[in-house]
């Protein structure tokens, strides 16, 4: 326990739904000619400000983090980071309004989400991967400090309306389901310090602290660590007469209740050692004086109770707007994206160009900034083989696979769709 709450900070963030390209399936001007849309999502995303893919790719492959990757973050201001996994299987029934008995149509969707996010300060990295010697001499600050992780699974059914008009087409989904939680852990710190004295043998901790965690002997697949109920709709709006189309999608409004051995621990307290060389808080035992069983594990096991909480999902919100120009030869459209409870410090933003060569191959270069990170540039491909199948392939920085010390983000989306 003595270094859990640190170092789950910078390891689970790399062990892991959103996309950079969250984009709507309905951008060609025919693609609300259908009746039935069945699509499927694999998302995988890793984005950083300060954490290079170098780094992130040596953490995946277990390697060693020698010193010149650990300087290789950027320590100059607070450290953002977000990673998520999503696979989904949707289906959308839109009838025709002439000729169907009912405007109503149907939505449903099987999903599996897991999400991990950090905001924390230089001092917070400083201290896990170079220990408090680092910081003798001074007061290491962790005000408003936080991680969040997230595994869910969810169903979701809901109506759906098309919503026609003389200039084109569009349509309205109202959803919401059960939602079975898997694992949940969450830290958050309010006015925390660590002050390490020259020579180390003086530490003052001032602690505030509160950190959730599901049963984490329930955390597989298969476990029900909580259950809960989320919401969402989709809106679809396509100007035929101009090429115009405005897409936007609210996702995972709800909560979970998690049961079993959860627990709750709440620190605000101050301690004070002295009198011991203490380079490495975080590797007490290795001192041989057993601090951390007589001291921090007190702290910790003393304010912590075994209780059922219920926290709020991390919702989503994404809206895409965009163009056809040159008789639908390019298509232009931005997107804001923003996952709500991750620290997210701004939306993130994302501007593309799409060049429609043929069905068959339609690639498209994706900038985009902001949110958890900085600047990536991103390619991909879009592809219609038949009038009713449609494929996309994409990853969010290209420099991550040729100048990976540049680039701060990483992943890969596919989709596939099915439309009759």
């Known amino acids: 326990m003595k270094n ?29 000619n259908f009746k039935h849309y069945i699509w499927s999502d694999f998302e995988s995303y890793e984005n950083s400000n300060s954490i290079n893919s170098r ?19 950027d320590m100059t201001h607070n450290i953002y980071g977000i990673s998520e996994l999503q696979f989904s299987a949707n289906y959308l029934y839109l009838p025709f309004a002439d000729t169907s008995k009912s405007p109503l149509g149907f939505f449903a969707s099987v999903s599996t989400g897991f999400i991990r996010a950090l905001n924390f300060t230089p001092d917070v990295y ?16 962790f005000n408003n400090s936080r991680f969040y992780m997230c595994d869910f699974q969810k169903l979701s059914l809901g109506f759906s309306l098309r919503l026609p008009s003389e200039r084109g087409d569009a349509f309205a989904v109202i959803y919401a389901g059960p939602v079975k939680g898997q694992r949940y852990m969450e830290f958050e710190s309010a006015e925390s310090s660590l002050y390490t004295s020259e020579t180390g043998e003086v530490l003052d901790l001032q602690a505030n602290a509160t950190w959730y965690s599901s049963d984490q002997s329930k955390r597989s697949n298969s476990d029900f660590a909580g259950n809960g109920f989320a919401a969402g709709a989709m809106l679809h709006i396509n100007d035929q007469v ?25 620190i605000d307290t101050t301690y004070h050692f002295s009198g011991i060389e203490i ?11 057993n601090i951390s069983s007589d001291t921090l594990r007190k702290i910790i096991e003393q304010n912590t109770d075994t209780i059922h909480f219920r926290r709020s999902l991390p919702e989503t919100f994404y809206i895409e707007s965009g163009s056809h120009f040159l008789n639908n030869k390019i298509t232009i459209s931005g997107s804001l994206l923003y996952v709500f409870r991750t620290g997210m410090p ?41 009038k009713n199948l449609y494929f996309q392939i994409f990853t969010p920085d290209i420099l991550s696979f040729f100048a990976p010390d540049f680039s701060y983000a990483n992943g890969l989306t596919f989709r596939a769709a099915w439309t009759f």
């Open 279 to 289: 380079t490495n808080i975080l590797n007490l035992d290795s001192t041989g004086i």
């Open 126 to 141: 400083k201290l896990i991967m170079l220990g408090n010697k680092s910081l003798a001499g001074q007061e290491a600050t």
């Open 4 to 32: 859990a709450i640190f170092f789950i900070f910078i390891t689970s963030l790399l062990f892991c739904y959103q996309s950079s390209v969250a984009q709507s399936i309905f951008l060609n001007q025919d693609s609300l």
């Open 55 to 73: 780094f992130i790719k040596a953490m995946y492959n277990n390697g060693y983090i020698d010193d010149g990757l650990k300087n290789s973050v």
């Open 242 to 266: 101009s090429g115009y189309w405005i897409f936007a999608r609210a996702d995972n409004i709800g909560s979970i209740n998690w049961k079993h051995s959860s627990t709750r621990t709440y």
């Open 346 to 386: 701004l939306p993130r933003l994302n501007l593309q160009t799409r060049w429609n060569f043929n069905r068959y191959f339609s690639p498209f270069i994706n900038l985009a900034h902001g949110g958890s990170g900085t600047f990536s540039g991103g390619i991909g491909v879009v592809s219609r083989p038949t």
